[in-house]
């Protein structure tokens, strides 16, 4: 099915890079702390926004993207990628593939802008989950839409919003306060603006 190829080209560049990050991990690739230095060049530093010196010109704006690409190992990947699959169809027979990808390249910026501005960790921040959290923003966002255009029931919104919500705290006691929460919320922030700017029906 058509709607498929962007889903399949983001699960295959998120996989390639991971097998890339793997094979330094093996040793197989000719270079000491493989992973380690790509994460300190294209992960998320929130530092890079204060006073810390970049690697590189331009380091602190790339990363805004760049860090939407990696993964803390294969379990990250695997989870990410299969919310991924599971939030994509709904997004893409909304809108169609290229607002799909709109979404979901937005959904990464903000979730880089929330974890610039409310995170103070001195480690680097990477995943896709900023994105996967922009997805489902898009979705609740036209979902809202729908049923109050509808005049129905908004509570089913509030719900799913409060889960959201909840599975974040559980997560975040379950990994020792690790998650990037702040990442999380400014993907879904951004995702539910975006999908209400590039949804015909909501500016209806």
Known sequence: MPWKAPIIALIAICTAVELFLQAGDLGWVGLSRFRQSVYENAGFWPGLLANWQPNYPGQAWAMFFSYGFLHAGFWHLALNMITLLSLSGAVIERVGSLRYLVIYATS??????????????FRPMVGASGALFGLAGAILA???????????????????ALLLIALNIALYFAMGGVLAWEAHLGGFIAGWIMAMLVDPRARN
């Open 108 to 121: 990464i910026l903000g979730g880089g802008a929330g974890y610039g501005l409310l995170s103070d960790s």
């Open 142 to 160: 036209w979902e809202y839409l729908d049923r109050f255009v509808l005049r129905d029931r908004l509570w089913p919104v509030a719900r799913a």
